[in-house]
Each structure stands twice: as C-alpha cells, then as structure tokens.
C-alpha cells in the first residue's frame, strides 16, 4: 500500500507530502503500528528512494484511551492506534489536525482546549454535592480524551472564535449536575456563551468521537439545567 | 520552587497537595495529562471503607498489602497508605468522581490477596475516571496561579551539584528549544517500561529515560528484579491490552482444557483463594498450565456465568474493549489470556518520606520503589500513586526559582528503536517469569557484548540499567513475590531484605534492612 503523509518540519513554515511504501504485517494493524514499523527501518527512504526523516507522531496507550495520535486519517479526524488498515484501502493519507496549529509532521498544537477549559473554569469550587442518580453522567463525561476530533470537524470550532466544541463542553457537564447554587450560575452562565450559543446543532461531533461518548445525552442534560431552567426561572 | 515531573496520578496528587497549602509548583509533562499512563489503570483502588458488611478494617488491607508483597515493603510506608485510604477514596468522590455506590454508600468488590471486599471503582475505568477529576482539581489551582504546568516538555536531566538536586533541564518539544528550569524536584515519571517496548500493558510514552540516566548520576534504584506480569492480558498489535482484574473479582474464572474438557485449574489449585490469588501466585500458575503437556496449551477466561446486571453496570466498558479488538462477546465466549508485564515493583529507592538519596530530589508513583514490596496488589498501584504523591508533597522543599535558556545539543541521547528492541529481547528471557541462573548469566552475557558495540549517550546509560536488572535478579538467590528463580524456589528470610543499586563506573548490589514497624 501507499501511505501519504503531509510532512513539517519542526520551526518550519512549510509542509509536503512525501509517499511511503508499506506493507502490514498483519490484518490488524493500525495505523500507530504501521507509523512505528515505517520508524523502525533502519534507513526510512521514501517511494522514490530517498533518504526520509523519521515520521513525526504523538501516541501513549496505542488503545483508545488516550487520545493522543489523533490526525486526520484519509481526510476523517480519528485515533491512529484504532484504525485498521484493513479498513483503510490501499491508499492511505495522514494529516495533522487541521484546525489547529501544526507542530511537526503529525503533531498539532491542540493546547486551546486546555485554555479554553482554563477560562471556562470547569472545576469544582469547594467540591461536588454528590448525588448518586447523576453518576451515569458524571461517568460519561468523564470519558471525553481531549483528543480533539470533534473539534475537527465542528462547523462552528474555529481556534478563536470564542466557542469551545465539545472538548469543551464535555469537563463542564463533568461537574454541572453537582455544583451548590451560586457557582451552578455562573457555570450555566458559562455554558451558554462557550458552548449553547455557538453550537450550530449539526452533531458531526456525535459520529467521529472516538470515544463514542453520547454527546447528545449531555447536552441535553446541560441545556436542561443551564439554559432552560434559568429561562424559566426568569420569565 | 518545586518542580513536578510528571503529570498521572501521583504528579497530579503531589501538585494539588502543594497547591491546597498555597505552594507553588511546576508541573511539566511530555504530553498533556489526558496521555498519561494512570488512564489507563482499570478495575479500581483500594480502601478499607467497611461499606460490604464484612467487618473490614485497615489492618487487614495493611496485612494483605505485606503479605501480598511478601514481606518486602517497609511497613510504617505501608501502614500510612492504608491509613490515608478511606480518607483519600472520599476525597475523590467530593471531586466528582462517580464510584459505584448505593444508597450514599460506595460499593467495593473483590480484588487479588485480600479475602474481603475492598476494592472501589467505577465499572473497569477507574483511572480514567480519577484522571478526570485531578485534572480539574490541578485547573483550578492553574487559575489561582499556584500550579504551571509545561504540557509538552521532556526533562532530559536534572541539574546535579555535590550531591544536590538544583533544577532540571527541559526540551519544548513545540520548538526544539531547551531551558533550564531552577528548585528542587519531585520525579513522577512512571515505571520502567521503556525497557520492554511492545511488551507492556502501559504507556509507549513510559521511556524510562530520565531514570536511566539518573542512575549514571548517582541514584540510587531498588528491587529492580521486581516485575509484575498479570495473569490476563491479550496480545494486540504493537503492544498487551490488560485484561482487568475486575474481571475475576466480579466472578470470572481461569480455564483451560485437559482431556478435552474444561479444567477451572485454579480452584483445584488453590481451594481458597480461587481465581483471586495474589498476581505473581496466578501469573506462575497460568504459565505452567500452558506448558502442561496434559493441557491444551492455551488459558482462557471463562466469564460466560456473569449476570447480565454485571454486564450492563459493572463490565460493560470490558465487553466493549475486548469485542473491539477481539470480535469476542466475552458474555457469551471464553477468551484467550496470556501473562504480560504491567507493573514495576522496582524503581527509585526513596524512604518513607519520598526522599531520594539525592538532597531536593523526591520521587513517588510507579518509578519509585514503595509501598508494593515484591508483587502489587490490584487496587493498590492508584493508591500509591496518589498517597505517594501527597506524601512527597508534604516532604519537598523549594529550591531557588528561575529559568534560563540554554544551548544543549541533545541528539546523542535519542536511543535507536532497534537498540531498545535488542535490549528488550535480552531482558524478556532474563526477567521471564520463572527464572535461573544460566537464563540470567546468558542475558548478562548478552549485554556486556552488546555494549561493545558503538553506542550514544542515552544508548550506554539505558544498557547499565539493563545489566543492572538483571545482576539483581541474579543476586536474588532465592523465590520472593515477582522473582521465582527455579533453582532456589523457597522464599529464604536472609534475603528478606531491600535490593539496592547504584552506580560508580560499576554496578554496585546491597542487601538493605527493611525498616521495623513502629508502635502506632
């Protein structure tokens, strides 16, 4: 198989693709082992025969519960260690992320979504009111990997407009359901100008997470308490 | 300042007890939080909380954790840990962490080496669900300005003058550029899995590194020859997947077939603990059935009596992994198990106080030696982490502050990947799970040629710790937890004592006393 991959290197302002041969060692190989093995070859050349840099790429658990080697694979944003070649065709594109900044080969720059987190102030004050009926919530929440698919392919994500995507939403409805009146406002507050407001309902995130949180659950659970009961609350 | 190396479990804990007293840290990771190994950690952690209605007490999780590492961990460590337990389980239920539990109680279940009920989790992602909520805790504290963190940072050294810790070194992986960073320094930065690349159930980020390279230093490492092998793991490409623990301790059963039928070996074997021994005792036990010619050769785990409640509340996150990457319904189908290497016993040799034998260097997690004696019991390694971590926050003091610039060419240190896969393969048949004497001196033999060969910087300090491990194995003339050499199968109480390593252009092995407990 061909495996195209957009190169950077690092401080560079340019990318290329440059094409590799590869061929699986075996049908469940991903794509994290096919980029470790390409790595392994003692001189890596590429399908013209020349000599080629070691490919550039992030991973940790090499099983779905990371969401570090997330990149774009043949234009869809997923994780590099759950997709198969097999799945893959014969032709295999590798990207970084593009909404963010690129970093090198296939390395984003995804810090926002932690200083988006940082100004949504998604943490509990002075601890949870804990409260059992919500834990199926709380665990769903929790899940989410930061890896940043979702945000790839969000209409309305853009690194500076303000609205966060569910990588941002996700941590705050972590701890909506457990916060003591006074912070619950400022975090529905929160809530409606990061997320409610700018998300467009289109639900692309719903289809690529990795994870396969239910997005849509939560949002539902988030709106209900955020948006909807203060609207009440206040007519 | 104080700087945190690391950014699981025991990182985090260490920056939020820091933080909480209103001192200031640097916590600097190679990747951000959400890649830490301590994700990854499954089926739950240990407290004694009593909620099972089987008259628990700390003593008995304090026995279990001793007995379960044979004897080899310092007890008033170990006596702290299961102290702070309940108290640290209830702590992170007040950060929102969704432990199973009814009606206001948390619900524990069983786990390896400990006969009662003492295990909290949340289904078998409890890790992730811990990480989740230290790492808004740790944002919190980023917002107050107490912690800073440095999320794609390598520390390829720390700055050591006379015996003393004064900083660290950095990489920005983001630019290539390198910094010096001031104060004293707190090592959380996993265990040595960096050693058995593709072999591990943990993280490939796990390099080992920076230890590595300490030991060249100076510092001093122990019980290295301590390996933890689980019993289940399944092989998936590139690395082992862990099959939790959990998954026994909510019934399942080892099996294999013998005269064609099946065989559940470890409730004959062991008529009391069943399938729930310790780790090392099941891993051994696995390992010889699979090369009992009277058997199939093959071990399963058969958790095809489950209930279905369990199924849909306690282990749906297993069905879900394991039909993933297996296209096994493991409700309806036994599936294959083999032993695989998880966890490090072994590592920093620190003191009950987390100190290191390097003034202002403290280390606590998986790269220090504490708490776990000669084999971890399941539930324990999340307590560790999290204890250890409070623990060295409690004894670090701050070192001067500041960060400089500087030029540093580090590309001697990158080790080759098939160096790291010729060293592994060395070690896998050294440190397997049932060893000898010429297995090890064979090993050993292996290594010495393979450092005549042109090696770099990172490559030399990497094939010492190696060589290391192995003369620790070898020294080790007796079977303990972990380390079960075939040619002296009895635990011998001479040897009841710590390994410890260090290095000055040799390797140097001592036998240290194992503190006595206080009255408390």
Known sequence: MIVEILRHKLGSTESFYQSFKYKPEDERETVATMLENLNLQKELKDIDGNKADKIVFRKSCLQKKCGSCAMLINGKPGLACASKLKDLGDHIRLEPLKKFPVVEDLVADRSIMQENLKLMKTYFEDGAIVSEKRNTLSYEASRCLQCGCCLEVCPNFMIDNGFTGMAGAMPLSRIINELPKQRLKQISKTYSSYVYEGCGKSLACVDICPAKIRIEELLANSNAIAVWKRYIKEK | MINIVGTGLAGMSAAIALAEKGRECNLI????????????????????????????????????????????????????????????????KNLGVPFESKDGKIIERNFGGQKKKRTAYVKSSTGKMLMSALIDEVRKYEVKGLIHRYSHHKVYDLVIEDQKCKGLKVLDRYTGETYQIYGSVLLASGGLAGLFPGMTTGSSDNTGELVFRLFSKGLKLANLEMIQYHPTTIGITGKRMLVSEAARGEGGRFMTYRNNKPYYFMEELYPEEKNLTTRDVATRAVYRIMNDPECSGDVYLDMTHLDKQIWNSKLSDMRDEIKDYLNIDISVEPFKIEPGIHYFMGGICVDEKHHTNIDGLLAAGECCAQY??????????????????????????DGESGIKKIKEEIKDREIDEV???????????????????????????????????????????????????????????ESRGAHFREDYPETDDEYRKTTVVSYDDGIKIEFADIPERRNS
């Open chain 2, 372 to 397: 776990h004696g000669a084999n971890r019991l399941g539930g324990n390694s999340l307590l560790g982490a999290i204890y250890g971590g409070k623990v060295a926050a409690d004894n670090i003091t």
């Open chain 2, 419 to 477: 160096f790291s896969l010729k060293i592994r393969d060395i070690l896998r048949d050294g440190m397997s799970i049932i060893r000898n004497k010429e297995k090890l001196e064979k090993a050993i033999y292996d290594i010495a040629v393979l450092k005549k060969t042109s090696l770099n910087k990172g490559e030399t300090e990497k094939i010492i710790i190696a060589q290391a491990m192995l003369e620790c194995a070898l020294k080790r003339k």
């Open chain 2, 29 to 92: 990771s190679y990747q951000e939080a959400e890649r830490a190994q301590s994700v990854m950690a499954e089926g739950g952690i240990n407290a004694s909380l009593n909620t099972m209605n089987e008259n628990d007490s700390i003593e008995e999780h304090y026995t279990d954790t001793l007995k379960g590492g044979s004897f080899l961990a310092d007890p008033n460590a170990v006596w702290g840990l299961v102290n702070a337990a309940p108290e640290i389980v209830m702590w992170l």
